[in-house]
Structure formats: structure tokens, C-alpha cells
């Protein structure tokens, strides 16, 4: 899934994102907080990591800005201030998470998908559509019980679709929630991974709205 980091501290920022992309996020990184705000305004991301103390415009102002324009991508808030009011007013002003610096890695990751679950009305990590199970957290694909291997730009695709089950997306909405900054994207790259998923899986969940996008259904809740 597609993030957006915003952490002024080059190292910090440089080791979280390679951290994150050790666990399968695509990770754009902007170092000041207007960077940030314009780009969680004009591009579609699955959640954002934001810290408090960045240049030009605080990581507060910013996260008030974005809340006051209606913008409900989830963010954690990353930083140092572990004053209790601190972590009070971002809290208030519509962050969803809080991780106080030194961060461990693998749990801010697991904080990350967590935000995007619930922001889908996902409870749980484990997704399902038909005889299809996804495990985000260990990258992981079966189908009737049987392991599938996925390559990773195939699983990312097949992630999103089913975080949106029942909504239709198009190319071009899928291109942004799986790719960074600079990737050179092929015209036909998002038809032909999702020819690769329809093979592996042997099912028809991932289905063509024509004119419009992909989708996949809805697996009703059991009584």
C-alpha cells in the first residue's frame, strides 16, 4: 500500500523508509510539513506518517488543515513530544494513532495497517472474498486452502481491490494507491497483473465494470 512519510531528520526518514518497504509499503517521503499538506490534498493514500516538529508548517497545524478540509486519510503521528498534552491535542485534532520516537519498526508497521484496516471497516487482519484469503501482515494468499505465490506488485494490487470490496476502481486510482514517486508506470502494467491474479487464483472474484474499472464483491457476513 501507498503511504506518504513526512519526517524532517534524514536518517530517521531514510530508515523508516526502507524499513517500510522491507514490509511492503510504497513509501513517499517529504521533509516539511506544506510538502505534506499539498500532497495528502491532491494524491490518494492509504494512511500517512507525520511528524509534529517539521519546518514551514508544524505537523499540528498540518493535521488541523487537513481535518478542516474534510481530508480522512488515516495518520499516525510520529514524535518526540511525549507530554500527555500533546498526544491529548493531536488526538482531538483527528490524528488516529500516536508512536513516540524511538519507534520499533515492525510495530509501526503493524500500527499502519491497522489505520487502514479500520479505515476500510476491516476488523480484522485477515480479508476474505470467496474461497480467497489474504493475510496482510504476512504477505500470504490462499485459494480453497492452498497457498497461491503472488508476486509483490500482484499482491499489493490484490490487497486494495479487496480493502475495497463492492467499490469499483479505476486504472488510474489503482496506479496511485501502488505506485511511488518516479516509478515509470506501462500503460497496460495494471490489466496485465490483474490477467497474472485472475490465472493463479483460478476464480473470477476480480471482475471488469466496463468503462469504469476493477472490482471485487462483497463476501456477504455469515448470519
Same mark, same amino acid.
Given at each position: 500500500?501507498?503511504?506518504? &512519510?513526512?519526517?524532517?531528520?534524514?536518517?530517521?526518514?531514510?530508515?523508516?523508509? #526502507?524499513?517500510?518497504?522491507?514490509?511492503?509499503?510504497?513509501?513517499?517521503?517529504?521533509?516539511? =510539513?506544506? #510538502?505534506?499538506?499539498?500532497?495528502? #490534498?491532491?494524491?490518494? %493514500?492509504?494512511? @500517512?506518517?507525520? /511528524?509534529?516538529?517539521?519546518?514551514?508548517?508544524?505537523?499540528?497545524?498540518? &493535521?488541523?488543515?487537513?481535518?478542516?478540509?474534510?481530508?480522512?486519510?488515516?495518520?499516525?503521528?510520529? +514524535? @518526540?513530544?511525549?507530554?500527555?498534552?500533546?498526544?491529548?491535542?493531536?488526538?482531538?485534532?483527528?490524528?488516529?494513532? %500516536?508512536?513516540?520516537?524511538?519507534? /520499533?519498526?515492525?510495530?509501526?508497521?503493524?500500527?499502519?495497517?491497522?489505520?487502514?484496516?479500520? @479505515?476500510? =471497516?476491516?476488523?480484522?487482519?485477515?480479508?476474505?472474498?470467496?474461497?480467497?484469503?489474504?493475510?496482510?501482515? @504476512? $504477505? !500470504?494468499?490462499?485459494?480453497? *486452502?492452498?497457498?497461491?505465490?503472488?508476486? +509483490?506488485?500482484?499482491?499489493?494490487?490484490?490487497?486494495?481491490?479487496?480493502?475495497?470490496? *463492492?467499490?469499483?476502481?479505476? $486504472?488510474? !486510482?489503482?496506479?496511485?494507491?501502488?505506485?511511488?514517486? *518516479? %516509478?515509470?508506470?506501462?500503460?497496460?502494467?495494471?490489466?496485465?497483473?490483474?490477467?497474472?491474479?485472475?490465472?493463479?487464483?483460478? +476464480?473470477?472474484?476480480?471482475?471488469?465494470?466496463? *468503462?469504469?474499472?476493477?472490482?471485487?464483491?462483497?463476501?456477504?457476513? #455469515?448470519?
Amino acid at each position: 500500500m501507498r503511504i506518504l &512519510l513526512a519526517e524532517d531528520d534524514p536518517m530517521l526518514g531514510d530508515g523508516l523508509r #526502507a524499513g517500510l518497504g522491507q514490509q511492503g509499503f510504497q513509501v513517499d517521503w517529504v521533509r516539511d =510539513g506544506v #510538502a505534506a499538506e499539498r500532497e495528502l #490534498a491532491s494524491s490518494d %493514500y492509504a494512511a @500517512a506518517v507525520l /511528524d509534529l516538529g517539521l519546518p514551514l508548517k508544524d505537523g499540528i497545524d498540518v &493535521l488541523q488543515s487537513l481535518r478542516a478540509r474534510k481530508i480522512t486519510t488515516p495518520v499516525l503521528v510520529l +514524535t @518526540a513530544r511525549d507530554a500527555v498534552p500533546d498526544r491529548i491535542r493531536g488526538l482531538d485534532l483527528g490524528a488516529d494513532d %500516536y508512536v513516540i520516537k524511538p519507534v /520499533d519498526l515492525h510495530e509501526l508497521g503493524a500500527r499502519l495497517r491497522s489505520l487502514v484496516r479500520r @479505515a476500510h =471497516g476491516q476488523m480484522q487482519d485477515v480479508l476474505r472474498c470467496g474461497d480467497v484469503l489474504m493475510n496482510p501482515t @504476512a $504477505r !500470504q494468499v490462499s485459494f480453497k *486452502g492452498q497457498d497461491v505465490i503472488l508476486s +509483490t506488485r500482484e499482491f499489493d494490487l490484490l490487497h486494495v481491490l479487496m480493502l475495497n470490496a *463492492g467499490r469499483v476502481l479505476s $486504472r488510474e !486510482q489503482l496506479e496511485q494507491k501502488l505506485y511511488s514517486w *518516479g %516509478y515509470e508506470v506501462d500503460s497496460n502494467a495494471i490489466e496485465v497483473h490483474i490477467h497474472h491474479l485472475r490465472r493463479k487464483l483460478h +476464480t473470477d472474484i476480480i471482475q471488469t465494470v466496463r *468503462g469504469i474499472g476493477y472490482t471485487v464483491l462483497r463476501t456477504p457476513e #455469515a448470519p
